[in-house]
Structure formats: C-alpha cells, structure tokens
Nanobody, 120 residues
Framework: QVQLVESGGGLVQAGGSLRLSCAVS????????MGWYRQAPGKQRDLIAA???????NYDDSVKGRFTISRDNAKNTVFLQMNSLKPEDTAVYYC??????????????WGQGTQVTVSS
C-alpha cells in the first residue's frame, strides 16, 4: 500500500516562507514524476510544480520564481520551498506521485493534503 505523508503547512504572513515535505512509503516499483497541486475553496485542484526522477522541473506561472520543487530519490521524498508567499497562495496543498515503470504502467497516488494559509 503506497502512502504519501505530507508535512510543513501552516499559517504565515504575506512575504514569508514555508517548506512542504512529502514522503512516499510502501512502493514496490519506482517512483516517477512527483508534484504538488493546490486547491483553494470553490476552485479546482491545479498542478503548480512537478519534478521527474531525473530532476527536470516545471512550474505554473503563478509560482514561477517564488517556489522551488526538489526531491531526494533515495528517500522518495519531494519538497516544495515556498518564498514570497501571497494571500492568493492560500489553499490546501496536495502531494502527488506516480509509481510504476514503462512496462507495467504508472499509477497515481495522493497525499492527504496540508493547509497553507497566508495572511495579508
């Protein structure tokens, strides 16, 4: 049973920083792309940052230059460093990971979500 456990959310003032972590456990196959999504009240869940097992990254324009995604492949952990936070960054942040390989396919797993609240 693959589990994703997130940590690091909380309340911060505008301009502040937070670092989210997400550790994957229970996987039998390789962990491929990992990413962070967020969902604000009344809105859809959107991808904001992703990273491949080789370290290639991509970001949504709304966080580019402020957020940095990284990963520790040996520990199957992904991080999201969030700087210069704005009130509009307030949302529940979800970790996502793909497990598998190109012969068996890829399966999607989600963390439980962690609340990030940025006060003005």
């Amino acid at each position: 049973q693959v589990q994703l456990v997130e940590s690091g959310g909380g309340l911060v003032q505008a301009g502040g920083s937070l670092r989210l972590s997400c550790a994957v456990s229970g996987n039998r196959f390789s962990i491929g792309r990992m990413g962070w999504y967020r969902q604000a009240p009344g809105k859809q869940r959107d991808l904001i940052a992703a990273i491949t097992s080789g370290g290639s990254t991509n970001y949504d324009d709304s966080v580019k230059g402020r957020f940095t995604i990284s990963r520790d492949n040996a520990k199957n952990t992904v991080f999201l460093q969030m700087n210069s936070l704005k009130p509009e960054d307030t949302a529940v942040y979800y970790c996502h990971a793909k497990e598998g390989d190109y012969s068996i396919g890829w399966y999607d797993y989600w963390g439980q979500g962690t609340q990030v609240t940025v006060s003005s």
